[in-house]
């Protein structure tokens, strides 16, 4: 498997305002992920991160909410922009070793706006 | 479009008991099916996954599934309960090519008493 480190691990943020997640792994990686666990509920794709590309958005999201890059293969930052109650959840990013192989997660980062 | 069917959002067992935690899949194709555990305030864990070798998947702390194809169906069950299993579990399908994204199920919260 991979380690994979996400910073922060938790935050409190003001509406209106932006906040910047990492997540760095320990090796080499060509895919990305990034989702969204709002409170008491399932995981929801945010977008795929493919290094040297833009990333691709689900239904839904937009680039202009949550802006991604991707600058090598071991690290991707997701933005959370002009930040609502309604963005308050756990964002986690994933990990793809290879093609056919499971995906691997963070351990998210805990995000309430206040 | 694929999608996963958990039934129960909580399920309680006795420590020592059987544990059975049901998922059912929707798919145009073979999919891949994984199971998730997410402990409190971490990320998700990697239990087991089905990739179209054999049907019965053998996964770490004990757990495994069963793919049915016939029945749509990737249950995740464990012998004999221990404390230490109280978590979330997470049902998954992908595509069975390439990086592909999770569709996740709603999760099944297990609880365990002594």
């Known amino acids: 498997s991979a380690v994979i480190s996400q910073k922060p691990s938790r935050d409190i943020c003001q509406r209106g305002t932006s906040l910047t997640i990492q997540c760095q792994v320990d090796s080499q990686v060509t895919m990305m992920f990034w989702y969204r666990q709002q409170p008491g509920q399932s995981l929801t794709l945010i977008a795929t991160a493919n290094q040297g590309s833009e990333a691709t958005y689900e239904s839904g999201f937009v680039i202009d909410k949550f802006p991604i890059s991707r600058p090598n293969l071991t690290f991707s930052t997701l933005t959370v922009s002009n930040m609502s109650p309604e963005d308050s959840s756990i964002y986690l990013c994933?990990?793809?070793?290879?093609?056919?192989?499971?995906?691997?997660f963070g351990d998210g980062t805990r995000l309430s706006i206040l | 479009a694929q999608s996963v069917t958990q039934l129960g959002s909580h399920v309680s067992v006795s420590e020592g008991a059987l544990v059975l935690l049901r998922c059912n899949y929707s798919?145009?194709?073979?999919?891949?099916l994984f199971w998730y555990v997410q402990y409190p305030n971490q990320g998700l864990q990697l239990l087991l996954k089905?990739?179209?070798?054999?049907?019965l998947v053998k996964g770490i702390n004990g757990f495994e599934a069963e793919f049915k194809k016939s029945e749509t169906s990737f249950h995740l069950t464990k012998p004999s309960a221990h404390m230490s299993d109280a978590a979330e579990y997470f049902c998954?399908?992908?595509?069975?090519?390439?990086?592909?994204?999770?569709?996740f199920g709603t999760g099944t919260r297990l609880l365990v008493s002594p």
């Open positions: 089905y990739t179209s070798a054999a049907t």
């Open positions: 798919s145009s194709v073979p999919p891949y």
């Open positions: 998954a399908v992908s595509m069975n090519t390439g990086f592909q994204k999770l569709v």
């Open positions: 994933s990990v793809a070793l290879g093609v056919d192989q499971p995906q691997h």
